[in-house]
């Protein structure tokens, strides 16, 4: 089961960190993916972290902004996400994968999902 949290309001600049946690039975280690659904707008890739936390990846709109990162001791992988602009206004999924070794970039390669987090950004 995951849990996404860390959303709210901040200024155009501003930065926030969501957080992914994972609980119950994560003896596997799972790849993450951070995904994000602006109002009217399908779901889109954001961020993503391969299961050894070796590979990243990032979608170009949040290319040197964004940071994902994680914990593996706290089930938890963070978004670190700064110098945010009103664009980035939107609801937050985090998604976990155990199929590939690498990153996945498509939502249908995930097979958990978290409820979402919402991030507004006031310009």
């Known amino acids: 089961q995951l849990q996404a949290f860390g959303g709210g309001l901040v200024q155009a600049g501003g930065s926030l960190r969501l957080s992914c946690a994972a609980s119950g039975r994560t003896r596997s280690s799972y790849g993450v993916g951070w995904f994000r659904q602006a109002p009217g707008k399908e779901r889109e890739f954001v961020s993503g972290?391969?299961?050894?936390?070796?590979?990243?990846y990032y979608a170009d709109s949040v290319k040197g902004r964004f940071t994902i990162s994680r914990d593996n001791a706290l089930n938890t992988v963070y978004l670190q996400m700064n110098s945010l602009k009103p664009e980035d206004t939107a609801v937050y999924y985090c998604a976990a994968q155990q199929r590939l070794l690498g990153v996945g970039i498509y939502s249908n390669q995930y097979d958990y999902w978290g409820q979402g987090t919402k991030v507004t950004v006031s310009s």
């Open positions: 972290i391969s299961k050894s936390g070796s590979s990243t």
